[in-house]
């Protein structure tokens, strides 16, 4: 295939004068949406890194103080990495399975942690005295605070990640 060369005065190659614009392909809308959504997911799965990371690192205090491991906690923090792991290799590689795998596994981390941190009616006792809580349950609030931001940025990031399989799939032509 012949190469073509650059004119030495406007620095545009000979043959792209404009007049080939009628022959030129239109890329469809659905790749920019796909790569705009990559790249909206990209931020969401690293602000969710982040969130975990932030977790785990609670999840660390109570060994520190020699206080017991909990278990759940800590099995819910490792699905959620794999999680993440599985979202950006089905995001990069644009995998719809690894994506949908991603949904359920992170989705089910939050409903889990929501769930087991949910027995303890927290908000009433700082509601009842906000300032003897406050100052005895700072690691508590912590806790509860960064769980309130991962589901949050959950809630924005299955929806992300739902619309961007929608538009990775091919459309569906109507059967005749």
Known sequence: MQQRKPLSGNGRPSGTDGSDFSFRMVVDS???????????????????????????????????KNQEIDVPSVSAAIVGFLSLICAELGRRRSKVGLLKFYILASSGVTVFLIASSGGKNLL?????????????????????????????????????????????SPPK???S
């Open 124 to 168: 009433m006792e700082v509601i009842q005295d906000p300032t003897n809580c406050i100052r005895t349950k700072q690691f508590e609030l912590l806790k509860a605070a960064v769980l309130l931001l991962g589901l949050v940025v959950q809630i924005i990031a299955v929806s992300t990640t739902s619309w961007l399989i929608f538009n990775m």
């Open 30 to 64: 659905r790749y920019t949406k796909v790569a705009k959504g990559k790249s909206r997911l990209s931020v969401l799965l690293v602000t969710q890194a982040m969130i975990q990371l932030l977790s785990a690192m609670l999840l660390v205090l109570p060994i520190i």
């Open 173 to 175: 032509r109507a059967s």
